[in-house]
């Protein structure tokens, strides 16, 4: 389990060296959905495996270019179509590989190992969906598939809180942190939005908790 557990959360760092120089942002999303998660029901080994999960969900970023990644200003439409192509990334990334994927210099049996290392394991399915899934929005507005309501998997769901929520109160090189106010505020704006009504209630009946984490895992003072 430990091993487990460092490997998932030394890929979500490979992902966010790309544009956080400290990785703890996976950290963060990750415990936050784990707090959402059993506010929500999720029983506390199914919390865990979300958490695991969701350690991953910006794993597409590794194929997104520096110049666009790393931009300071607001990004040009053309940039943005760029950026979100990082879920479909992330998902092909983790989903099995099919014989047709496979890259030419494996050996049979390479591509016989690597296409059952891809089948069972229901970790990777969710975080393959989270993946996929997290930057989709309530009202269908989202991408990469326009999905909306419920035919959002509860695990992208759930990310898509998490996520906004770090992004809202941490430094990016485009924005200073946002005081928690100003965060709370634009995220209620969002209800029934870009947030199911459940999953931000959720979040907010939890909120002491997940000013715990993020206190804990506060990126370091420049």
């Known amino acids: 389990m430990l091993s487990r557990l460092e490997l998932i959360r030394c890929l979500g760092r490979a992902a966010e060296y790309r544009d956080n120089e400290t990785g703890r942002h996976v950290i963060r999303v990750g415990r936050f959905v784990n707090i959402i998660a059993r506010e929500l029901g999720f029983s506390e080994s199914d919390a865990e495996h979300s958490e695991l999960a969701a350690y991953l969900h910006d794993l597409g970023k590794i194929g997104i270019p520096d110049s666009i990644l790393l931009k300071p200003g607001k990004l040009h439409?053309?940039?943005?179509?760029?950026?979100?192509?990082?879920?479909?990334?992330?998902?092909?990334?983790?989903?099995?590989?099919?014989?047709?994927?496979?890259?030419p210099f494996l050996s049979h049996v390479q591509v016989a190992s690597e296409l059952l290392k891809g089948t069972?394991?229901?970790?990777?399915?969710?975080?393959?969906?989270?993946?996929?899934?997290?930057?989709?929005k309530w009202d269908g507005s989202?991408?990469?598939?326009?999905?909306?309501?419920?035919?959002?998997?509860?695990?992208?769901?759930?990310?898509?809180?998490?996520?906004?929520?770090?992004a809202l109160s941490s430094c990016r090189p485009y924005k200073s942190a946002f005081p928690l106010g100003k965060c709370l505020s634009i995220m209620t704006q969002e209800r029934g939005r870009h947030f199911s009504?459940?999953?931000?209630?959720?979040?907010l009946n939890r909120l002491d908790e997940v000013l715990?984490?993020?206190?804990?895992?506060?990126?370091?003072a420049e």
């Open 77 to 103: 439409e053309a940039e943005m179509e760029m950026m979100r192509k990082h879920a479909r990334y992330g998902r092909d990334i983790l989903e099995p590989m099919s014989i047709e994927k496979a890259p």
């Open 120 to 136: 069972t394991s229901p970790l990777l399915v969710v975080a393959a969906t989270i993946v996929e899934t997290h930057h989709e």
């Open 142 to 166: 989202g991408y990469p598939n326009g999905l909306a309501g419920e035919a959002i998997p509860i695990e992208g769901q759930i990310v898509a809180v998490a996520d906004v929520y770090d």
């Open 197 to 203: 009504p459940l999953v931000l209630d959720a979040f």
């Open 212 to 220: 715990v984490y993020q206190r804990e895992f506060a990126d370091p």
